[in-house]
């Protein structure tokens, strides 16, 4: 995407109930490091369903 000349994208992981590390390390950090390294910009991580209380 960042090749492209997109400069924000935002993600979501549907196929995960809960956030856990290996899912924050994966996608929020390690994935957002490469866009920026490729020439994008902002990679925001939408947090699953628990982020906040019922």
Same mark, same amino acid.
């Given at each position: ?8 994208? *935002? ?7 809960? *956030? ?30 628990? *982020?906040?209380?019922?």
């Amino acid at each position: 995407l960042a090749a492209s000349g997109v400069k924000c994208v *935002d993600v979501v992981c549907p196929g995960f109930a809960v *956030d856990c590390l290996e899912t924050l390390e994966e996608i929020a950090i390690e994935n957002a490091e490469r866009f920026r390294e490729k020439g994008g910009g902002t990679l925001n991580y939408i947090p699953c369903l628990n *982020d906040s209380p019922a």
